[in-house]
Nanobody, 123 residues
Framework: QVQLEESGGGLVQAGGSLRLSCGSSGRTFSTYAMGWFRQAPGKEREFVAF????????YYADSVKGRFTISRDNAKNTVYLQMDSLKPEDTAVYYCAASQGGTYYYYGSYNYWGQGTQVTVSS
């Protein structure tokens, strides 16, 4: 069982930055690939970023490529999402999730989810 908890969301002006963190309980964090997803009101949950177990491989949605950076610290059981040059369309609830395998951008590949943290970008 893996429990995930996001933090770091908030209100920021367009062009600003936020760093989301996702902490995990248990001693198996390093055995999971991690992903960030987001869901805006009235829209489906969408893939944002992925990082492999050891942090070597990362993938991003085209909409955030070049602006967001995913990283992880397995010693601290934490995954991060650095979000720069934020836009109003980035407004959403952001979720971290843990995966034991499967298609990295498919939400069904993730076994455990956090409760989400709200990110609001004002214009």
């Amino acid at each position: 069982q893996v429990q995930l908890e996001e933090s770091g969301g908030g209100l920021v002006q367009a062009g600003g930055s936020l760093r989301l963190s996702c902490g995990s309980s248990g001693r198996t964090f390093s055995t999971y690939a991690m992903g960030w997803f987001r869901q805006a009101p009235g829209k489906e949950r969408e893939f944002v970023a992925f990082i492999s177990r050891g942090g070597v491989r990362t993938y991003y949605a085209d909409s955030v490529k070049g602006r967001f950076t995913i990283s992880r610290d397995n010693a601290k059981n934490t995954v991060y999402l650095q979000m720069d040059s934020l836009k109003p369309e980035d407004t959403a609830v952001y979720y971290c999730a843990a995966s034991q395998g499967g298609t990295y951008y498919y939400y069904g590949s993730y076994n455990y989810w956090g409760q989400g943290t709200q990110v609001t970008v004002s214009s």
